[in-house]
């Protein structure tokens, strides 16, 4: 999927976003640029940096999903964070740098659990032995310890035919696990302690990474705490399956794998961006604001962040930021980061077309939804043509009288219709469910009249 032709992206992202083809097109222009970079020389492709992305307009408008579908289909690293949580530095509070540890912190355990899958097979088969060692334990004299003069007895008496039983009964055992007559058994099994108590370290480099850091440097001071537990066996062999395929990995690879691909294909989907844009003429310190903007702007611009995986490069990261810019504008972003992030785009608000098809069109329709999910009940329920088109409307006049939150109003209003069906489904006699308009308007009419009313229920 890295190669698909910017129309592909667009058709991908199709799928499950109405609208918005001019943020889709930018997005699909910027990800073919990724592969176009790979394809130039080598001394020219350091030198080619992303173009970075500012997508403006309301919330619901489907900002955040076209990011976080474009790193689905293209397997991207991503990760997706609130400007507004970051402070200053020499503030207590999250730094900015800990967007890009969260990011390759996330590749990291992504790509072990796809080398565990890869050893499953593996694992599964040592898992079997160890579980048979613990179900038949080896016999005393092969667990006491011997001095040269007993191991020299005892090897003079070993016969070929003296391992037959054990060997037998192994297999027995083998057969008796894989046939699951063992479930019901209990084995006594040392595990690892998980409750140990929490160090938090304040530092100017991150306070979650300096914690990390210390829990390494005490590891070979105090002892791995394991505790006993009784447990069955199907539950001990997932445990031990764990451990094996743990041990089968080769982590040095993975974390390799890992920080390359944050640093050549990585996306960090920067929300809220517009809270930390300040006004003009505005007076005294603010730690959220203007102070945030410049600790952001070397890891826009490119620089090297320190991680527990070792060093990793911002300069190939695509940012993708977004905001309403009610009350600001770009232009109020220090010159600086605006210079970062050369692309505009303004997503549309959503009207009564825009919500019709979202209702009906994508692989994950709303109503797609709720229909499958009073299936589980064995409850049938069939929306007509206009009753579709009269919660658009509905969605849509709510929108234009309260607070304009976009596809999301579309959300509260189905919950408010499907009230009674969602808490009756499982002692309905009827099983077929029509929802017609006449529903819709018996249900919603009255809310949607009352404005006050509307403004608390939907």
């Known amino acids: 999927m890295e190669n698909l032709k910017p129309s592909e992206i667009v058709n991908e992202l199709d799928k499950y976003i109405i609208g918005q083809d001019k943020a889709k097109r930018s997005v699909a222009v910027a990800l073919r640029n990724r592969w176009r970079r790979q394809q130039v020389s080598e001394d020219l492709r350091d030198e080619i940096a992303p173009k970075n992305i500012i997508l403006i307009g309301p919330t619901g408008v489907g900002k955040t999903e076209i990011a976080r579908r474009l790193s689905i289909f293209t397997d991207s690293p991503f ?108 084995v006594d099994l040392d595990v690892a302690d998980r409750s140990l108590p929490m160090v938090e370290i304040f530092s100017n480099v991150g306070m979650e990474e300096m914690g990390i850091n210390f829990k390494d440097m005490l590891g070979g001071i105090f002892p791995k705490g394991t505790k006993r537990r009784k447990v069955k066996v199907p539950e001990a062999m997932e445990i031990m399956a764990q451990e094996e395929a743990q041990g089968l990995v080769d982590m040095d690879k993975v974390v390799r794998e890992a920080i390359e691909k944050v640093e050549q294909t990585g996306i960090i989907f920067l929300d809220e961006i517009d809270k930390i844009a300040g006004k003009n ?80 069109e994508p692989k994950n329709a709303l109503l797609l939804q709720y229909m499958a999910l009073l299936r589980t009940e064995g409850v049938e329920v069939v929306f ?48 077929h469910q029509t929802i017609d308009t006449k529903y819709v308007q018996s249900k919603l009419k009255d809310i949607v009249d009352d404005e006050d009313l509307s403004r608390y229920i939907l």
Do not use: W
């Open 384 to 431: 007509d043509d206009d009753a579709v088109e009269e919660i658009a409307r509905i969605a849509e006049e709510v929108n234009d009288r309260t607070e304009n939150i976009g596809a999301r109003r579309l959300h509260t209003i189905m919950e408010c219709l499907l009230e009674d069906i969602l808490f009756d489904a499982p002692d309905l006699i009827d099983k």
């Open 281 to 360: 003429g505005s007076h005294g310190p603010d730690v959220s604001r203007e102070g945030v903007q410049r600790d952001l702007l070397p890891i826009v611009e490119g620089s090297t962040v320190s991680t527990k995986y070792g060093p990793v490069k911002t300069d190939h990261i695509l940012f993708i930021a977004s905001g309403a810019f009610h009350m600001v504008k770009p232009s109020d972003l220090i010159p600086e980061l605006q210079g970062r992030f050369p692309i505009r785009v303004e997503l549309s608000s959503l009207g009564r077309r825009e919500f019709k098809r979202i209702l009906t």
């Open 79 to 186: 990760s997706k964070v609130e400007a507004s949580k970051f402070t200053e530095v020499g503030y207590v509070g999250r730094d900015v740098e800990s967007m890009v540890r969260d990011l390759v912190e996330l590749t990291v355990n992504k790509l072990k659990g796809h080398e565990q899958e890869a050893v499953k097979d593996k694992a599964r088969q040592l898992t079997e032995e160890r579980m048979l060692d613990l179900l038949l334990p080896k016999s005393v004299e092969q667990q006491a310890p011997k001095s040269e003069d007993t191991r020299e007895v005892q090897f003079e008496l070993i016969t070929a035919g003296s391992d037959e039983p054990s060997s037998s009964t192994r297999e027995k055992l083998r057969t008796m696990l894989r046939e699951g007559k063992l479930d019901n058994r209990y």
